[in-house]
C-alpha cells in the first residue's frame, strides 16, 4: 500500500479529479494549503505598490492506494495538473509513501481491504 500526496495548482483540481475517475481511483482528501518552490512566490501590484507574495496557494490530495494503482495514480495526476505540454514551474509535486496499515472506522477491516 502506498499513500500517494499530490501538490496541485487550485485550477487544476477538477482536470485531477477527472484523469483519477477515468483510471478507478475515486477515494481522495484534499486539503488547501500555501507553499512556494522555485518560483518563489510571485509579485504584485496593488494600488500602485508592489510587494511580494511568498506563500502560493495550492491543492494538497492525499490518496491511498493498493500497489497495482500507484502507476496509474501517478500518471493521472501528471495528466490532470500539468499546464500545457510539456508542464510550467509551480505545477506541482507527486510524493509516494510507504503505508504500513489502513483501519477502516466502521467496519475494523484492516489493510488492503480497508482501503
Known amino acids: 500500500m502506498k499513500l500517494i500526496i499530490a501538490i496541485v495548482q487550485p485550477n487544476k483540481l477538477e482536470d485531477v479529479k477527472a484523469a483519477l475517475t477515468e483510471v478507478e481511483v475515486f477515494r481522495l482528501t484534499v486539503m488547501d494549503c500555501q507553499g512556494f518552490g522555485r518560483q518563489r512566490g ?10 511580494s507574495v ?31 505540454d510539456k508542464g510550467e514551474i509551480g505545477d506541482g509535486k507527486i510524493f509516494v509513501l510507504p503505508l504500513d496499515d489502513c483501519v477502516r472506522i466502521r467496519t475494523g477491516e484492516r489493510g488492503e481491504e480497508a482501503i
Do not use: D, M
Open 54 to 84: 511568498n506563500l502560493l496557494r495550492k491543492v494538497q490530495l492525499q490518496i491511498a492506494v493498493n500497489e497495482e494503482f500507484v502507476e496509474p495514480t501517478i500518471a493521472a495526476v501528471l495528466k490532470g495538473g500539468r499546464s500545457g
Open 42 to 51: 510571485q509579485r504584485e501590484v496593488y494600488r500602485g505598490h508592489e510587494f
